[in-house]
């Protein structure tokens, strides 16, 4: 999936009951709890049951990565439904690949299996390879010892390909194969300019052909979008084996915040300003490039002083980038060195003060470079609309998010390239603050309808309702 976005950086602990919230606190409780009782005996047996759900991902509940912050969020919540859960991970967290969590331990209902890996972290393409195969290794050998026949293993994509490693198990075990992809690998790796030559090539069509094949045999492939589900079918996966389950976010926990009672404007700098905001990682799939462009417009020559100061009647601008990454490192350098005072930078925000960082903005900047389209979803959008925020999205014109802020009336997209254009969408909703409020609470509209973390666990329920032919209700 999209790299690192606000929205992964706190735990992803809470399940959800008839309604009801199982806070992030209760999960540490009930962690705790479970790691007093738990001990380290991988082999203990497990209790009698009728299917289970045994995802697998690397990192789950308490990292704080994308991967985890989704899973954590479904695996709660349908343990709370009544299904019956198991998550198998690694024993790591994303910041900390020498992290030692429990080997085993039950948080609120699920059961969480975790595997014991190489801890060499993300130093090198090398290292992080090894770690990778590492994880492979001994979660076959968990899901071995784990699957029943009639269970469902739903395997996510960190590492990428997981599919290829959990599908042999399943099918030995008489279980059931549903893949759930954050992207799409190779064709992300190819599309950020990993592998040209021609050995690199031919390698990826076979990844492509060996993942093509898990999800033809798979229960079913869940996919992020319209254009992801558009690029598995026309690779031959049939329309049937394909689903579409949006990502999402917490519209309880992120909801939007008035300017003027919003402490983290006061205390950045804000007040006073049309804030245009980036939130999350800003990486090798993001055009920063752009970004520069159009602060040098406004900044050198689009009615603004060098500060970002307002000329002929239109407020101040200020750019405000919460989060890190790459290109995000590289544009801070190159911010100084040309002297703009109207760039904030701050370090990404705990979950609970979501609703205010993502809320300080005025625009939220979304960015996806068009060879990626189909591979990636900016799963950050569904925060910005939770906050009730309007988007200008820069890439595809029929992209992901292209489709959906025009569906929805709540942004504009811009091409890559074109710094002037962005820079007059900016100026444009900086001097109309009521068509700025009008896309954002269409924004928050259509989330609340289509985007919020209850109805993705709907889709899901119903989905593995399918699979299993579990009678609902």
């Known amino acids: 999936m999209e790299g690192r976005n606000d929205l992964t950086r706190a735990s992803a602990g809470r399940a959800d009951s008839a309604g009801a919230g199982v806070e992030t606190q209760v999960l540490q409780r009930d962690a705790e709890r479970a790691e007093g009782a738990g001990g380290d005996d991988f082999d203990r ?91 492979y290794v001994a979660a076959a050998v968990a899901l071995a010892r784990i699957v029943r026949t009639g269970d469902v293993v739903i395997a996510k ?27 799409l690998f190779p064709e992300v790796a190819s599309g950020v300019g990993m592998g040209r030559g021609r050995l690199a090539r031919i390698g990826f069509a076979a990844l492509k052909a060996l993942r093509d094949r898990s999800c033809r045999i798979a229960r079913r492939t869940v996919v992020l979008g319209e254009r992801m589900h558009e690029a598995m079918a026309a690779r031959g996966i049939a329309h049937d084996r394909l689903a579409v389950i949006a990502n999402f976010a917490d519209g309880r926990l992120i909801t939007p915040v008035a300017r003027d009672r919003n402490p983290l404007r006061r205390a950045w700098g804000l007040d006073g300003s049309f804030v245009v905001g980036y939130s999350g990682n800003l990486g090798r799939a993001h055009d920063a490039a752009t970004l520069l462009a159009a602060m040098e417009c406004i900044c050198s ?44 930078f701050q370090p990404y925000q705990p979950r609970e003060a979501l609703a205010l960082s993502l809320s300080a903005a005025d625009v939220h900047l979304v960015s996806l470079m068009p060879e990626l389209e189909g591979a990636i979803v900016p799963s950050k959008i569904y925060g910005i609309a939770a906050a009730g925020r309007p988007a200008i999205f820069i890439g595809d014109g029929d992209g992901e998010v292209a489709r959906l802020v025009r569906r929805h009336g709540s942004g504009v997209t811009v091409a890559p390239g074109d710094g002037a254009g962005l820079a007059a969408a900016i100026l444009q909703l900086a001097g109309d603050p009521a068509r700025a409020a009008q896309m954002g609470e269409a924004a928050r509209r259509a989330f609340e309808t289509e985007n919020d973390v209850a109805i993705a666990v709907e889709r899901w329920d119903a989905l593995l309702t399918q699979v299993t032919n579990r009678t609902a209700g």
């Open 157 to 183: 994509t960190d590492p990428p390909l997981l599919s290829l490693v959990a599908g042999p198990v399943t099918r030995l075990k008489g279980a059931r194969l549903v893949n759930w992809l954050q992207d």
């Open 301 to 344: 020559g689009g009615g603004a002083s060098r500060t970002g100061a307002a000329e002929c009647g239109a407020p101040r601008v200020v750019w405000l980038f919460i989060g890190g990454g790459k290109r995000l490192d590289e544009l801070r350098a190159e911010v100084r060195q040309r002297g703009y005072g109207n760039v904030v």
């Open 45 to 135: 047996a497990l209790p009698s049951r009728a299917s289970c759900l045994v995802f697998v991902n690397r990192y789950f509940h308490p990292d704080l990565s994308a991967t985890s912050q989704m899973l954590s969020d479904i695996a709660f919540r349908l343990a709370a439904r009544g299904w019956r859960v198991t998550v198998v991970t690694s024993r790591q967290l994303y910041e900390d690949a020498r992290a030692e969590l429990p080997v085993r331990e039950t948080i609120a209902g699920v059961e969480v299996v975790r595997v014991s890996t190489t801890s060499f972290g993300r130093r090198t393409l090398a290292l992080r390879a090894a770690d990778y195969a590492s994880f």
